[in-house]
């Protein structure tokens, strides 16, 4: 299990250092452009990070590396959702022990909330978008890196698929490990922004988050979401509650 409060920590000395100067750059802008936050001091930072980036960086593709650079990948910050001693959300960690067991043949994401067409998508249906493999690196928000190849579909692909309707603005993702978490239209329909099946020529490995996870390669570790569940396209801003980061005191957008 990730260490939240240590790494909250580390993160507010840091944050706490740039405030003054995200309030400065930040004057300029209008609130709807910015992240939502809960608008105290050490969350300025988030706001100085996330305005640079949309206005340097808007569409900036992170690295890609050869399989020469493909390095040990350690599955820390993680929970089996089908461990019972370690029951974040039991119900769907009981799901996900049966959809498990059947070597994930019956599992399926579903596509819901501001889309034209909502519904559910298998592995193999997922498998028949084309496909997408890069070579990249892993940042964590514990302060180590890796480099590994993921393999999946662009999130784009599917969410054009499903329609999305012309209010969208964020895309939810709730997984079986009893975590959700969030992001923006422009992470969300980014070339590199994947739903990973595959890691280094394989299934996607149970302790990184399989049969499916989020790659969000422009931003920390932490906001791949493991174990998808369920993606819900909104029209306004969910934090959800306990189960989100936000309520640890971690940032919505965690850009690099």
Request: positive net charge.
């Amino acid at each position: 299990m990730m260490t939240r409060r240590a790494i909250l920590t580390r993160r507010d000395m840091i944050v706490t250092a740039l405030a003054g100067a995200g309030g400065v750059l930040l004057s300029g802008c209008s609130r709807g452009e910015l992240p939502p936050t809960y608008g105290h001091l050490l969350r300025m930072g988030d706001n100085l990070t996330y305005a640079a980036h949309r206005a340097l960086l808007p569409h900036g593709l992170a690295r890609e590396y050869g399989r020469e650079h493909i390095s040990s990948f350690p599955a820390i910050g993680t929970t089996n959702p089908a461990d019972p001693s370690q029951p974040l959300a039991a119900t769907l960690g009981q799901r996900y022990a049966g959809l498990r067991a059947g070597a994930f043949r019956d599992y399926r994401v579903s596509i819901e909330g501001r889309v034209a067409r909502p519904g559910t998508y298998s592995l193999a249906d997922l498998q028949r978008f084309p496909s997408r493999t890069q070579i990249t690196r892993h940042t964590c928000e514990e302060g180590w890196s890796a480099i590994a190849e993921w393999t999946g579909v662009a999130l784009g692909r599917v969410l054009a698929a499903a329609g999305t309707l012309p209010d969208a603005r964020f895309v939810q993702f709730h997984a079986f490990d009893g975590l959700g978490d969030g992001i923006d239209m422009i992470d969300a329909l980014h070339p590199q922004t994947l739903l990973a099946y595959g890691m280094n020529g394989q299934p996607l490995p149970i302790p990184h988050g399989g049969p499916l996870r989020l790659r969000v390669e422009t931003q920390i570790g932490y906001k791949s979401v493991k174990y998808i569940d369920r993606i819900v396209v909104t029209d306004t801003f969910e934090d959800h509650g306990p189960a989100g980061y936000l309520h640890y005191g971690w940032s919505w957008y965690a850009g690099i």
